[in-house]
């Protein structure tokens, strides 16, 4: 499609089940992305290259996944204009809320956008939502993607009449 790729970058290769998610939905969607390790503590000075030349390599949106002592989103903000989203992985003995508390709390003047703990589909979903701003065929599947979330959910409501039915 032509519209601007989207980063995945995690901080550990640890990461990569729970950002697999991410990853799906953005294939479903047809979009260009890459996935990348990068740490804000292992690998600092890759990290913030990275994200300072995010924009000129034709990325429109950068999705950054951490868990712990997550600044690996506060950190790629830092180096560019472009939106960050930030997921808080659940990786340690608090249960991601470490990550979710260092991942949200941003200083105001450099923004993370910030899904739930885990919440790698709805990373790639609101990647897809900016790139769609001025791109009509993927607003046009995501409204699909709308449109059959909803039918889902009104076929299980269905069904599950019908199985009470039987009780
Ligand atoms: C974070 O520390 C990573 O994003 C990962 O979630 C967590 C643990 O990393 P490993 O010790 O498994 O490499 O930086």
Request: hydrophobic share 50%; glycine share 6%; net charge negative.
């Given at each position: 499609?032509?519209?601007?790729?989207?980063?995945?970058?995690?901080?550990?290769?640890?990461?990569?089940?729970?950002?697999?998610?991410?990853?799906?939905?953005?294939?479903?969607?047809?979009?260009?992305?890459?996935?990348?390790?990068?740490?804000?503590?292992?690998?600092?000075?890759?990290?913030?290259?990275?994200?300072?030349?995010?924009?000129?390599?034709?990325?429109?949106?950068?999705?950054?996944a951490?868990?712990?002592a997550?600044?690996?989103?506060?950190?790629?903000?830092?180096?560019?204009t472009?939106?960050?989203?930030?997921?808080?992985?659940k990786?340690?003995a608090?249960?991601?809320?470490?990550?979710?508390?260092?991942?949200?709390?941003?200083p105001?003047?450099?923004?993370?956008a910030?899904?739930?703990?885990?919440g790698?589909?709805?990373?790639?979903?609101?990647?897809?939502?900016?790139?769609?701003?001025?791109?009509?065929?993927?607003?046009?599947?995501?409204?699909?993607?709308?449109?059959?979330?909803?039918?889902?959910?009104?076929?299980?409501?269905?069904?599950?009449?019908?199985?009470l039915k039987?009780?």
């Open positions: 499609m032509d519209c601007k790729k989207v980063a995945i970058v995690m901080g550990s290769k640890s990461d990569l089940k729970n950002v697999m998610g991410a990853v799906n939905t953005l294939k479903s969607l047809e979009i260009d992305y890459e996935v990348r390790i990068m740490s804000a503590h292992r690998t600092p000075e890759a990290a913030c290259a990275f994200a300072s030349k995010a924009r000129e390599n034709g990325f429109g949106v950068i999705i950054a951490a868990g712990k997550a600044h690996l989103a506060g950190v790629l903000a830092a180096h560019t472009l939106p960050v989203i930030g997921i808080p992985i990786a340690s608090l249960e991601g809320i470490d990550a979710l508390l260092s991942t949200v709390q941003m105001k003047g450099v923004p993370v910030t899904v739930a703990i885990d790698a589909e709805n990373a790639a979903i609101l990647a897809a939502q900016i790139l769609a701003v001025n791109q009509p065929e993927l607003a046009e599947k995501l409204s699909q993607m709308k449109s059959n979330m909803a039918q889902e959910v009104l076929n299980a409501d269905k069904q599950l009449q019908e199985e039987n009780l």
